[in-house]
């Protein structure tokens, strides 16, 4: 079954989210995604608060940037949350927007090595080994978590846009995610490219399947795609084909199954910045759309 997700952006401030997230919880949503964009909420203090205030939503981040982060404080600060949460918590990684991370002094010269580094790490630290690296930047030395998470390793899932990040997800990650500038086709290549990742380092079928979650630019009432376009072209996207959708829930559950078909497992409506009405546009999702999604 499709999972239907909605975004709670951090334009919004902290405080709005916990009306949100109960709202997510009261109304059926399967997931409630949150990001860690500089410079605004923190994706793990967010994300706890989300699931305490929460039943059964689950909640995903997406993403945390790992030039911000030591290895072991994401594996520390993920294991918790499996375990308070179990089942719940989504976390998934990335190397992060690269002038961001050059605002902070964080930037490094390889990016995507440096995500390669902290994926493998981040797993096996997870799975309840102990770890000793010495890599260009991950370096660990004798180091295992005295609280991993219960039962099969908990999934790690990475963000990537282009062919190289795309094959290294599927390398090195339990998982895919997407971002709103990604059509059908995009989904199907990036598909394609994840798969030949997991072929490049033998993980075959026994590996298990291998998620992918896109997010979709998402607009409902009455001036629906006009805030649609506005976006697109914010973002510089306009051009792409069949990108984001406009209109009621039936339009939007036929955009949801388009991408579904191309390969996603997860759907996340992602609302135009600048969306009237937060708590609306999260009840739209789940009681209008997610109704219409097989």
Not at 97 to 115: F, I, N
Not at 207 to 219: I, Q
Request: glycine residues 12%; charged residues 25%.
């Amino acid at each position: 079954m499709t999972r239907l997700g909605a975004v709670f952006r951090p334009q919004l401030a902290p405080e709005r989210l916990r009306s949100v997230a109960r709202l997510a919880d009261d109304a059926g949503l399967d997931e409630l995604w949150l990001w860690e964009d500089c410079f605004r909420e923190g994706g793990i203090s967010t994300a706890a608060a989300a699931l305490a205030w929460t039943e059964r939503v689950r909640v995903g981040v997406g993403l945390l940037p790992v030039p911000l982060r030591n290895v072991a404080i994401t594996a520390m600060e993920a294991a918790s949350l499996h375990r308070m949460f179990p089942g719940r918590a989504i976390l998934g990684v990335g190397h992060g927007v690269q002038d961001w991370m050059g605002q902070v002094g964080a930037r490094v010269e390889s990016p995507v090595t440096l995500l390669r580094e902290h994926l493998l790490a981040l797993r096996a630290l997870l799975a309840g080994e102990r770890v000793t690296v010495d890599g260009r930047y991950v370096k660990l030395d004798d180091v295992a978590l005295d609280w991993p998470p219960d039962g099969p390793p908990s999934g790690v899932l990475a963000g990537a846009t282009g062919p190289r990040s795309l094959r290294l997800t599927g390398e090195a990650a339990d998982g895919t995610i997407l971002t709103a500038s990604t059509n059908a086709e995009g989904v199907r290549k990036a598909r394609q490219l994840v798969e030949e990742g997991r072929a490049a380092a033998g993980r075959g079928a026994g590996a298990g399947h291998h998620p992918v979650v896109v997010y979709l630019l998402t607009a409902t009432g009455p001036d629906a795609a006009a805030r649609l376009h506005a976006e697109l072209v914010a973002e510089g996207v306009e051009s792409v084909p069949d990108l984001g959708v406009a209109g009621d829930a039936g339009a939007v559950a036929k955009a949801v199954e388009r991408l579904v078909e191309a390969g996603a497992d997860s759907v996340v409506l992602q609302p135009t910045a600048d969306e009237p009405d937060p708590e609306g546009f999260v009840r739209f999702a789940a009681e209008e759309v997610r109704p219409l999604v097989p």
